[in-house]
């Protein structure tokens, strides 16, 4: 039934969309939020013009707004994310993540790489490329926009892709609070206040304090965290906008760790022995802060820039030592934007970062508590990138978007010292309008994935001058359908070719070096739809995903593994939502969530069975007027109870490898949402 599955619906589910309109350059007004870039390309302003829409953009986008986000009761955007094609959020915990784009960033085992992550202007991806999207809660945010594959040159041609968070302006006087109780002792509170004043309204402020406390399926995976985030925000006359961010996380977990398959068949709950002895954990504190400013003036052009800084503090306690980290960045970005004729626009600008990392182990002793210090060390990371974007409209039918990123970093440790020579990621792509309703695109983009001071050292700590980031070079077509009541469907079809793998190499039982040593074939199909009845009281959305990644040219420590497919990543990937509103205030939603067999390691010797997960929910608005507004809603996550591995440790080693994260079993989460227009 699995197999038989995951091939018919997709098709069925083609035969629910129609009646497409045209969504072809849309004028919006002149406002605050419309020079935030709601779909991140640039403006022109008197007025304010977005040139590319979803539509007509030649790449693979997907947008989440503010409706997705208060529908959301989960307390990271994992669900969104993993309603996406081509996208797989991987959680074995609250604290820890991976997520891959199109098979880019398998290989890391525990944050994502090879994929950029913003918060507006703000870089959450630090100097060695690693990305932390679970510091930032839902609640703060507006929307978010997912490119898929290295296409945006402006900010900074991931490999994998992009995914920018937008924080939410203040633009009314709100006061909200949410509650949510569940299983696993679950304990979330939400306080949201959003207010506008001063003349005209020049002046808005939001302040969002958020407690979360998960005891966690498993033992040793208690998670609790204490998050404030000021938002602040001044319009003046003549196009001039000041906003600043400031984001502060308090953050204690413990770690469950990873189990090999006997653990994990038969005693799921249970934590890795050895991170259970020492009650292995993660304390940390981190900041993150930007002021940003938007300039455009009645002559047509937009300038914004941005300022910003990070500051992280953290323990964490590990069986085999105790790391300290201290990480403080800061950084801007500057772009420009300028009219060219009556149909297209350059956008030339800069980012810079100096990242300094400074970190030391320390003995682990019985119970956790910390020994004799064993390493001191500290790292300088600079990270410099320049971009050129143009985008043109020819006629009713023809859009153009073309962008060229110039990339250069510099690594150091006090006595070493490497540049990464400067390297062009070029993007072209090209859309066409067949008729009102159809649009076909085509493009062609590379990428790159960062290198660490570690992956550039050979085994006797000396720099490897041979070893270079990997890059990879996308082509995607695509035919895309829209419709004015929000009814829409994009069928893409891509191909990645990726070089230069950056592998590890094993010399002695605790000496390692990195090698490029290899090269893969990324080639895929993604479909994502969203259908609404004419009465708008029954919506069905969702998105598949066909894999097929493969090594190209793969020998490690004498194993040839060319021709053999991408560990870690599922031939297909389906995610379905029935949405019924019978009344106007009671909705219902079923979700459908389909993973097949993932092969674990490169050999391609252990394989791990695929999942089908479906979740319910509903909820009731029972307080409904001008001032006042109440819901209620519940929601049951795995239905059925499956027993599941939402995320995979990729070529663990041992003679019992521990590859699995067990997932929650059925579980119960009530939330509640009163809001008081102020």
Known sequence: MLNRLHFILPPVLCFCIFGFDEVIGQPIGNTADSLRDSIEWSVLSAPVIVHATEATTPFSITSIDQHDLDQLTAPTIEPLLNATPGLWMQSGALNTNRISIRGVGYREPFATTGIKIYLDEIPLTNGVGESSIEDIHPGILSGLNIWRGPSSALWGSGLGGMIHLKSHIPDEN??????????????????????????????????????LNDAGYRDNNHYRRNSLTWMQQWR???????????????????????????????????????????????????????????????????????????????????????????????????????????????????????????????ETLEGGQTGSQITDEAESRNYLNAFLQTEWSFSAKWYLFAGLNAALSNLSNGDLKTNTPIDVFPTAGISYSIFSDLLVSGSVSRGYSSLALDDVLNADGMINTDIVPETGWSEEVSLKYFNDHGTFAKLTLFTMNIRNTVLTRRIMDDVFEKLNGGSSIHRGMEFEYKWISASEKISLDGAYTYNHFRFDEFVEGGADHSGNELPGTPRHHVYTRLTLSPWSQWDFHVEYHLITSVYLNDANTARADGYQLINAGMAYEFISGKKWTGSVSANLHNLFDVKYSPMFQINAPGAQPRYYYPGKPRSFYLNMVFTHKI
């Open 174 to 211: 709100v006061l909200q609070t949410k509650l949510q109780v569940g299983s696993f002792e679950r304990l979330q509170f939400d306080q949201h206040v959003s207010l506008r004043y001063g003349k005209n309204q020049q002046w808005g402020t939001a302040l969002h304090y958020q407690y």
């Open 236 to 362: 003046g006359e003549k196009g001039l906008a000041i906003n600043t961010f400031v984001h502060a996380i308090g953050l204690k977990a413990f770690i469950p760790s990873s189990l090999n398959l006997n653990d994990y068949e038969n005693n799921p709950s249970s934590a890795a022995p050895t991170w259970a002895a020492v009650k292995g954990n993660e304390d940390y504190t981190k900041w993150i802060t930007g002021l940003n400013l938007i300039y455009a003036p009645a002559q047509g052009w937009v300038y914004r820039g941005s300022f910003f800084g990070t500051f992280f503090n953290s323990e964490e306690v590990r069986p085999f030592n105790v790391l300290h980290e201290d990480n403080i960045s800061a950084g801007m970005r500057h772009r420009f934007t300028l009219p060219v004729r009556d149909n297209g626009h350059i956008t030339i600008g800069m980012e810079y970062f100096n990242e300094d990392y400074a970190f030391s182990t320390y």
